[in-house]
Nanobody, 122 residues
Framework: QVQLVESGGGLVQAGGSLRLSCAAS????????AGWFRQAPGKEREFVAA????????YYAHSVKGRFTIARDNAKNTVYLQMNSLKPEDTAVYYC???????????????WGQGTQVTVSS
């Protein structure tokens, strides 16, 4: 079973950038698809981005397409979420997840990290 730990969250002004990292331990991340999700206070968890196991296919939520990039370095057992042009509505706890298949449905992922807070001030 792979364990995931996110890092890189913080407070940033609107228009700024952050890069989140998701480090895997216990097993190699490479056979798994990786996803990023987020949950804002009082809202349901929502899909952000996903990348397949070998990194050649990506999928983004409409709200972040063109601003966020999901990348993975299987040699480092790490997945990244580069977030540019951040908006206050991007404020949420961000979670990475691993699963057998790339999907925007969180139910398809069976391993989740603890989350990292991202706060974007206006």
């Amino acid at each position: 079973q792979v364990q995931l730990v996110e890092s890189g969250g913080g407070l940033v002004q609107a228009g700024g950038s952050l890069r989140l990292s998701c480090a895997a331990s216990g097993r190699t991340f490479s056979p798994y698809a990786a996803g990023w999700f987020r949950q804002a206070p009082g809202k349901e968890r929502e899909f952000v981005a996903a990348r397949n196991w070998n990194g050649d296919i990506t999928y983004y939520a409409h709200s972040v397409k063109g601003r966020f990039t999901i990348a993975r370095d299987n040699a480092k057992n790490t997945v990244y979420l580069q977030m540019n042009s951040l908006k206050p509505e991007d404020t949420a706890v961000y979670y990475c997840a691993a699963g057998q298949y790339m999907s925007s449905d969180g139910n398809e992922y069976d391993t989740w990290g603890q989350g990292t807070q991202v706060t974007v001030s206006s």
